[in-house]
């Protein structure tokens, strides 16, 4: 056997091997989208068909149906997003992302706000044998309603609250927010950038107060106008 059909039988077996691993990795993943060992096993048949067909046309002028082209690892994986979290990745945004918002409000009634908490911690604690304590504070009361609805800024879109400006900052970190890590009489360490955090983007909110009141008194001096045409 010469040294071209000994090529040829060893790309050979390289092709067999990888479409056996290849049906293996399918089979491990059960259907599991975008698996890295799937994908890493199809570039191994994919590279080992390629050089198994360039192998017979340069020994007999023979072909196999298959049309591959050679796929580098490396770069496919930056392409598509394959191997991260098994591999490691190369992206440069590798971080983690922090969102910090803050929202003003205007408490037209302290005591219609108390009564709103007041009535969210008694639907919380429905069935519960313990009584419900009273809400005393302005603090407490909003703590209570983002409580009651998963910790949402929406939450305090109600009417016993008027929604003033706020703003929305995004930024890259080195770390992730370790909250016992400040004093609970902390407000302002959990939301300062240490140093090498980048800032990202920042979106401000304007509150839209008086929109309505003016859209009523358009309505209402329409109909004026309307009601002077008609006599």
Do not use: C
Not at 49 to 64: H, K, M, N, R
Not at 77 to 95: P, R, W
């Amino acid at each position: 056997m010469t040294d071209r059909h000994a090529e040829l039988d060893a790309a050979l077996e390289r092709m067999i091997t990888a479409a056996r691993d290849h049906l293996a990795a399918v089979r491990a993943a059960d259907g599991r989208a975008d698996d890295d060992e799937v994908w890493r096993a199809y570039v191994e048949l994919n590279n080992a068909s390629f050089e198994y067909d360039e192998q017979l046309l340069d020994a007999f002028g023979e072909v196999t149906p298959w049309d591959v082209q050679p796929i580098d690892p490396n770069e496919a994986d930056k392409q598509f997003g394959f191997g991260v979290g098994a591999g490691g990745s190369d992206d440069e945004y590798e971080h983690v992302i922090s969102v910090r918002q803050r929202r003003d409000y205007r408490v037209p009634s302290v005591a219609a706000l108390l009564r709103a908490a007041e009535s969210a911690r008694q639907t919380s604690q429905q069935g519960s044998d313990e009584p419900v304590a009273a809400v005393e504070t302005v603090g407490e009361a909003v703590l209570e309603l983002m409580q009651a609805a998963d910790v949402s800024l929406g939450a305090l879109d109600i009417p016993e609250l008027e929604s003033l400006d706020g703003v929305v900052v995004v930024a890259e970190v080195g770390q992730p927010l370790d909250p016992e890590a400040y004093d609970e009489t902390d407000g302002t360490g959990p939301f300062a950038l240490d140093t090498g955090d980048r800032l990202v983007d920042r979106l401000d909110e304007h509150a839209s107060i008086g929109f309505d009141d003016e859209d009523e008194e358009e309505d209402e001096d329409e109909e004026e106008d309307a009601s002077q045409a008609t006599h």
